[in-house]
């Protein structure tokens, strides 16, 4: 993708890109999208985070000119120092700013309490800094964010991946609501190709050694209880017994051991690097998530028109048109979540049309318009 290289993008020169956490999910991904786009404009990127990460983010950049990696030790927000891990996430930072001197910085948060150390460098040095909300919980953390002195005021911009996460950063860092903005996430929205949707199909089945016809769900993400894991055997063997689908656990996590053992209904190959293959051969996509952003599965399996299955808090961001492009999961009622997950599964003739739907709202709310929404932002931080 080439970005629009109109406006001001001169007066852009020097770019800090702060990454505060400790791996590399959904937050980190799509910054890494942003970080490749300004670096193609001409900006010097210098991209910082905690040294172990240095290698992993090297090995998914490859070779991007303008672009410099910075181990910054102390950088990655830790909740059990609670109080100690601002003081070095903002001595991290203020290193880092004597170092580069950016014209302006770029802070994802994969959680409020993240960016409060690094924020009160950067306000303090006076970078306009453009912070981007990602996971925010139903309360925003609001109260661990006033016990460690609340959000530093300072140059720049607030934004979220999706409208409610907005309204509670805004609550947590105590900002009016119109001062915190609403990027939605994007991906890139292939072509149709059916010949690769069913080698696609074909191959993943023989590698698991199912039938080629064999219905599969997958589910893709962390093996945690925020990504609704611990509810994957009783949706797996449900799915199993009423419907002869096998779902696929794609992904690492703390419940990995619990989950072992279910054998055929529910398998787990680990983390993998080609979700969105297996997206393009699933059946339908899983996602009974208790907490999520803008979540890049659900926008990769639309963007490939594939079949979503998902609890109302992992499409939070779609608000009340959820429904319209998924089957939705009552997470409320242990009985009605595998009612509503058997009843959906196979798509019924409502199907056809949230996959449309879906597909619509991918390519409308493509990669290329997320990334011009944010390379604007950034430009207008120093223009």
Same mark, same amino acid.
């Given at each position: ?73 102390g950088l990655g ?91 509670? @950063?805004?609550?947590?860092?105590? @900002? ?91 398998? @787990? ?7 969105? &293959? ?13 907490? &999520?952003g803008c979540p890049?599965?659900?926008? &990769? ?32 009622s242990p009985a ?48």
């Open positions: 993708m080439t970005p629009d290289a109109g406006g001001p993008a001169s007066t852009l020169r020097s770019l800090l890109v702060l990454l505060p956490g400790h791996g590399i999910g959904g937050a980190e991904l799509q910054t890494l999208e942003i970080v490749r786009a300004a670096a193609m404009l001409g900006v010097q990127v210098r991209l910082a985070a905690e040294p172990a990460f240095i290698a992993p983010l090297a090995a998914r950049l490859g070779r991007t000119p303008g672009l410099t990696l910075h181990p910054a030790p927000w830790s909740p059990e120092r609670f109080h100690e891990s601002p003081v070095d996430q903002a001595r991290a930072t203020a290193s880092l700013i004597e170092e580069t001197f950016p014209d302006a910085a770029l802070l994802p948060l994969p959680w409020p309490t993240a960016g409060i150390g690094p924020r009160r460098a950067l306000a303090a040095a006076e970078v306009p800094s453009l912070l981007v909300g990602h996971l925010v919980p139903m309360d925003g953390d609001a109260n661990a964010v006033r016990a460690l002195g609340g959000f530093a005021a300072g140059p720049g911009r607030v934004v979220a991946v999706s409208a409610p996460a907005a309204r509670r @950063l805004a609550v947590a860092y105590g @900002l009016a609501p119109g001062q915190v903005g609403v990027v939605p996430n994007g991906v890139v929205v292939p072509p149709e190709d059916a010949a690769a949707r069913a080698e696609a199909r074909l191959f993943k089945r023989r590698w698991l050694n199912l039938a080629p016809d064999a219905p599969m769900l997958v589910f893709a993400g962390r093996l945690d209880k925020q990504k609704g894991a611990d509810l994957l055997p009783a949706l797996a063997l449900a799915l199993w017994q009423r419907r002869g689908a096998t779902v696929v656990a794609l992904g690492q996590g703390e419940m990995l051991d619990q989950l072992s053992g279910l054998g055929e209904p529910l398998r @787990l190959p680990g983390q993998v690097a080609d979700v969105p &293959e297996w997206l393009l051969a699933a059946d339908a996509l899983l996602m009974p998530s208790r907490l &999520e890049l599965t659900f926008l &990769e399996a639309a963007a490939r028109r594939c079949p979503v299955l998902a609890s109302p808090a992992a499409l939070e961001c779609l608000e009340q048109r959820a429904g319209e492009m998924a089957t939705l999961l009552d997470l409320d009605g979540l595998l009612a509503d997950a058997c009843d959906g599964f196979p798509p019924g003739p409502h199907g056809a049309l949230r996959v449309a739907t879906a597909w619509l709202h991918a390519a409308q709310h493509d990669q290329a318009a997320m990334l011009r929404r944010y390379l604007g932002l950034l430009r207008g931080l120093v223009a």
